[in-house]
């Protein structure tokens, strides 16, 4: 009897065992699984900070910008891990070169320096000269994204959207700048394009199809022929000559062209959050709110809701209920505009300084 019991409970131990080790097996496979989908799925969305040129477009008229940049989504780590690169016109002699070198690629098009057609659209056509050369020693890339230096780019989110898009297809995606389309001279036929100052995405695709018409020596002529600015124009190319739409996604690109009472003075928390690209206006807000809209997302980011939403209904009620803060105001951060402020005030003292000799005159008179 004593042996039946021993024998009884080897087998029960056994079978325990056996069935232990089968869930443990079956257990490990399924997290195994678990793991590399999601492993993959992480790495799909962070390595295509990889596969993404970004070109951030300035003047060293403007370089002061560059300060609120660094200060806000342009961090160290940005820097360090994604392929970005400053387009200016030149380095010169006023040019802050402490704040240039924390930009790892600085690219010089020694264009001309107004903000004229021909100073844009030859800037322009430097920026997919610079692509075409960067897909030669790097194959992997897949986006071309550019961006004004008055704009914050929420990456995140970027990088997120722009993972679920195949970019062997061709991609126009942006904000649609005029509602209607723009009419094509010498013919009933419109078209849209996508604002510069919200910012622009290029799918490899649709980069490959432009090739022919964005040369250097072609575009910027083309583009005065035309009478059209470089984003105007490059709408045209693509939806008109290469028939290929817009993909507007207007509720996540934003431009400093959006009339403030129905833009940022009514954006909530999340539409900050879920934003891909705001624009800035020295007429509305200053480029100072840029390193404030990045740390408000950063506390969303901490799970800091609450706090943020707080702050940011309190910062932008309080712009809305002081409107006299921007009467009178000019972009600082450009010397170029400073220039012509001061031109503008001489001028009105000189109008001003007729008028009254006129008016003394007049009296004398009568």
Not at 28 to 57: C, D, E, G, P
């Amino acid at each position: 009897m004593q042996r039946y019991t021993r024998r009884y409970t080897l087998y029960f131990r056994l079978v325990i065992f056996l069935f232990l080790s089968i869930n443990f097996c079956l257990l490990l496979f399924f997290t195994t699984n678990q793991n590399r989908n999601s492993h993959f799925s992480f790495n799909k969305t962070t390595n295509i900070a990889n596969r993404i040129v970004l070109f951030v477009r300035t003047s060293h008229n403007c370089q002061s910008r560059l300060n609120y940049l660094l200060q806000s989504w342009i961090s160290r780590n940005v820097l360090k891990k994604s392929n970005l690169y400053l387009i200016t016109d030149r380095i010169s002699t006023i040019t802050n070169l402490t704040l240039l070198n924390s930009f790892h690629n600085v690219i010089q098009t020694h264009c001309p320096e107004t903000h004229n057609r021909i100073d844009l659209c030859c800037k322009t056509a430097y920026e997919f000269q610079l692509f075409y050369s960067l897909n030669k020693i790097k194959s992997n890339l897949e986006w071309l994204c550019r961006f004004d230096d008055d704009q914050y780019v929420n990456l995140n989110n970027l990088y997120k959207y722009l993972s679920q898009i195949n970019a062997s297809k061709p991609y126009y995606i942006g904000r649609t700048s005029i509602n209607g389309g723009l009419k094509i001279s010498n013919s009933n036929r419109t078209y849209s394009f996508a604002t510069y100052g919200a910012g622009v995405c290029f799918s490899h695709a649709l980069l490959k199809q432009l090739r022919p018409h964005v040369n250097i020596k072609i575009l910027p002529r083309n583009c005065i022929k035309r009478g059209l600015s470089d984003d105007a124009y490059i709408g045209y190319l693509i939806e008109f000559i290469l028939n290929v739409s817009l993909t507007a996604i207007n509720d996540r690109f934003h431009s400093h062209l959006e009339k403030l009472d129905k833009s940022f003075r009514n954006y909530s928390l999340d539409d900050l959050f879920h934003g891909i690209t705001f624009g800035f206006s020295w007429d509305r807000y200053k480029l100072d709110w840029l390193p404030i809209i990045h740390q408000l997302i950063n506390l969303i980011n901490q799970n800091q809701y609450e706090t943020a939403n707080h702050l940011w209904l309190f910062l932008r009620n309080y712009e809305k209920e002081h409107p006299e803060n921007l009467k009178d105001k000019y972009d600082e951060s450009c010397i170029s505009y400073q220039r012509l402020r001061n031109q503008s005030i001489e001028l009105q003292m000189r109008k001003n300084k007729k008028i009254i000799q006129h008016s003394k005159k007049h009296i004398r008179r009568s």
